[in-house]
Structures are given as C-alpha cells and as structure tokens.
C-alpha cells in the first residue's frame, strides 16, 4: 500500500463516521425529527444529538443517501394504514440504526452511542404514517415562518447549486408528486391548483411549498408522541425550549443548552455567527428585508391553505 492510501485508510478508520459502535437495534431509543428545509432543523437536530452517547443520522432520505428507498418522493403523503413495504424497510432500518457511512455520519459526534436522533427534511408529510408504524419513536417537529424560509431558500439558490429546485418550478414539482390533493387538501384541491397555476415568482412558489410541506403536520399532527416546535419560541428561549424537547425525548441535552448560540453546521451564510446579531434580529431581521407587499402575498397565499393561524402576520 502505498503510504498517502496508508494515511487515508488511516483516517477513515479514526473517524466517528466508521469508527462508531452504535449496538442498541431497538427504534425506540431512535428520534425523529422532522421539519421543512431551512427551518431549523439542522440546529435542533445538533442540540438533542449533543451528548456523548447520542448519534446524529443526518438526512437519510436525501438523495445522496445509499438507504434512499429507489421509488421514494419527498414530500409525498401516506395514510398512516398504507401499505409501502420498500418505504416500511427502509425507514425500519434507519430508526434501529442499521446505516452509517460519509454522508448520513457527516454531523455525528458520538463514538459510542446509546441514541439516535435522525434528522430528516423529506418527510414532513410522512409523520402519521411514521407513528403508526413506530409508535415508540417520538418524533419532534419543527417550523418556522414561511417569509423566513422563502428568504433564505432565495439565497442559498445563488450560491449552491444543489438548491437550484426552488421557487416555482418547485412548488409545480411537489404538487404533483405529494398525493396531498387526494388526501388532506382534497377539499381545498381547486383553490391550491389554482393559485399554483397563478404563480408569477419564487417567491410565491416557495411559500406555496412550505405550505405543501407543513399543512400535513399543522392541521393534522399524529397525536401523542409528537412535539411540534416553532422556530421562533427556540430563539425566543432556547433554554426552555432545549429543556422542554430533553424532557419529551428523554435525551440528555445539557451540553446543547451550554451551545444554544452556536450557530449550526448548515448556517452557510453564517448569519448566526455574524458579531452584533442579537437572537430578535435572527427571529425577524426578515421582516426589514422583504418587501411588505410580498409580505402580504405570502398571507394570502398561506389562508389558501387555512395555515393562518399558525403564521404570525
């Protein structure tokens, strides 16, 4: 072997992505947390998976993950009886911890784990049909203000490229694939479709598709052994809501309360990290830079779907 493979041999085996032992099979000592993309997620998901013995499974249906079942649609709607064998497989071996590797290790920090928290922005839609079928994974749910996410979903689409499905385009592409016209919006079908086909920026079609992402979770959420968690209440007071999601889990989240400021490994803009900005300009700065007219069309698009009353105006 020659010695720069001896070296990178070297490091695989060192780091926590294949040196990690994580022997408890039991999905019960798995969380799920769920959320739409730029949300919050990541940070949420760092601070349960904090402690020592507590393993982050980070986006294990994102389509660069290997346990991605091959016919999987993100965002697509499931009754909590169906029927789905491949996707029942999957997430079986996901939860009982059964997957590792570069990209679902890439944020874990724990050599030894005890827990799971497995962190996943694809299935938002899923949450009844996933408590159902594992009634012992609580499951914390995160959102956050559909102007927020519109905004920086905007901005990360000039910078990386792998965001590039977005705005418009977007909305169409989860409208047609979520099942959710069928299902819970069967009877706001005709309003939704229309209000899609009159979409005119993405800005538009990114609030339609948090609306698509959200409604499932909001006006249906599965019951007992769901939490959801608004975005806003963590920067308001980080501190109660770690504790409040540490007593619900049961996860050790000490060492995530010592780092409730620390910005997360997705904050690519680094906006946490910036000097001088205070946790109320993170939970409204948006509202200085966005348009108020669009502001207003974000609303109207948002009572489209009867989400009103979960967005602050």
Known sequence: MRPGSAVRALRRLVSPTYLRVDPVRDPARSVLLLGSPRSGTTKLAEVLASARTTRLVFEPMQPRSPYRPRRFVAGRYRPPDAEDP?????????????????????????????????????????????????????????????????????????????????GVEGAEWVLRRSGLLD???????????????????????????????????????????????????????????????????????????????????????????????????????WRQRVDPRDQATAMEIVRVFGLEQYVDP
């Open 86 to 166: 491949e996707l029942l497989a999957a997430w079986q071996r996901i939860l009982a911890g059964r997957v590792r590797g570069s990209w679902v290790d890439a944020r874990n920090r724990s050599r030894i784990s005890t827990h799971r928290v497995v962190k996943c922005v694809a299935a938002n839609n899923l949450a009844s049909w996933l408590r159902h079928h594992f009634p012992a994974t609580p499951i914390v749910y995160v959102y956050r203000h559909p102007v927020a996410v519109a905004r920086s979903l905007a901005t990360l689409r000039r910078t990386r490229a792998e965001w590039a499905l977005g």
């Open 183 to 285: 299902g819970p919006l069967a009877d706001r079908a005709d309003d939704v479709r229309r209000l899609v086909g009159s979409l005119t920026t993405d800005f538009e079609g990114d609030v339609v598709r948090w609306c698509l992402h959200n409604a499932c979770p909001l006006t249906q959420p599965p019951g007992s052994g769901f939490l959801t968690v608004r975005h806003e209440d963590f920067l308001d007071d980080p501190e109660a809501m770690i504790d409040r999601m540490g007593r619900f889990t049961g996860l050790d989240v000490r060492r995530g309360r010592r780092e409730a400021d620390r910005p997360s490994s997705t904050d690519w803009t680094r906006s946490a990290a910036d000097g001088g900005v205070t946790r109320t300009d993170r939970r409204e700065g």
